[in-house]
């Protein structure tokens, strides 16, 4: 029977490449409007080739950016991008359709809810907070409370220890089938991959299930817990 549900977060609740995509432009634009003399589609590309090789938390991106391009940093031209991406933050982060739904129901159905995620604690809780979920989850695992990430195991079986549950009785709802599927089948947790939040193009997940729409999960638990 499925007593619990254990979500990423970035692409799977949150839109994190669409906010994340908003907030970097907003922030080039307010560079070189503050005097920052680069190309944005050239600014674009070697900012996001900082993120993909220190990390999409990586706090220090516009200091990195900088050095590259002037070879220093501008303190005006930094603070401006940094001020123009909060703005954009604010704005843009939104939460996927039917999301607060679906865990409404969950709840009332009586699912434990968790999310795990390879975020660092303070991000994790900042989205979760302006998203107006931090009250939803009994349990919350970021990457500051492991120091490993998905798909190692040990961020799972936190989950779960807290939560009370076998892996069996758990599923794992995540949209990067590497880290999320592979992990979580790794203990013996039931798997769905949110298609909608996939950015790699993956053509077969290996999950036990795939969803279009979070809110599909709600059928998939009724079908599973009326076969017990």
Partial sequence: MVKAVVFDLDN????FTKFKENAIKSAIEAMIDAGLDIDPEEAYSRIFDIYNEKGWEYQNVFD???KEVIGRVDYKILAA????YRR???GSLALYPKVTYTILELLKMGIKLAVVSDAPALQVWTRLVQMNLHHAFEVVITFDDTGVRKPAPQPFEKA???LGIKPEEAIMVGDWAERDIVGARSLGMITIFARYGDIFGTRNSGADYEIDSIDQLLDIIRNLNGRE
Avoid at 12 to 15: M, Q, R
Avoid at 81 to 84: E, F, Q, S, W
């Fill in 81 to 84: 991008g940094i001020v123009a």
């Fill in 64 to 66: 990195d950016f900088l």
């Fill in 12 to 15: 799977t609740l949150v839109d």
């Fill in 88 to 90: 954009a933050k604010e």
């Fill in 160 to 162: 779960l220890n807290a």
